[in-house]
Nanobody
Framework: QVQLVESGGGSAQPGESLRLSCALS????????MGWFRQAPGKEREAVAY????????DYADSVKGRFSVFRDPAKTTMYLQMNNLTPEDTAMYYC????????????????WGQGTQVTVSS
């Protein structure tokens, strides 16, 4: 069974940085697309960042462009979301998701999801 385990969440002050990790195991395909999503209390889950199956397409939500970076290790076993210059509006539960086909922002089509990691930004 495919497993995605997120880590790296926690508390930060505005302007600080956090790096989220998403460790993948038991995925049988050679590659995958990856999305990071987040859900704040009382809000719908929204897209944050995306890498395509090929790795050549990377995209971000407008709200995080220039502050967040998404990447994965060469072995494609761990995915990362580097979050810089955090603001209180970034407070949310963050989820990673993967699929063997390109899904981009189509959350309902991702085959596998992690359990989420909480990020709280406050002064």
């Amino acid at each position: 069974q495919v497993q995605l385990v997120e880590s790296g969440g926690g508390s930060a002050q505005p302007g600080e940085s956090l790096r989220l990790s998403c460790a993948l195991s038991r995925f049988t395909y050679n590659s995958y697309c990856m999305g990071w999503f987040r859900q704040a209390p009382g809000k719908e889950r929204e897209a944050v960042a995306y890498i395509s199956v090929s790795g050549y397409v990377i995209d971000y939500a407008d709200s995080v462009k220039g502050r967040f970076s998404v990447f994965r290790d060469p072995a494609k076993t761990t995915m990362y979301l580097q979050m810089n210059n955090l603001t209180p509006e970034d407070t949310a539960m963050y989820y990673c998701a993967i699929d063997h086909l390109d899904r981009k922002w189509s959350q309902g089509n991702y085959g596998y999801w992690g359990q989420g990691t909480q990020v709280t930004v406050s002064s």
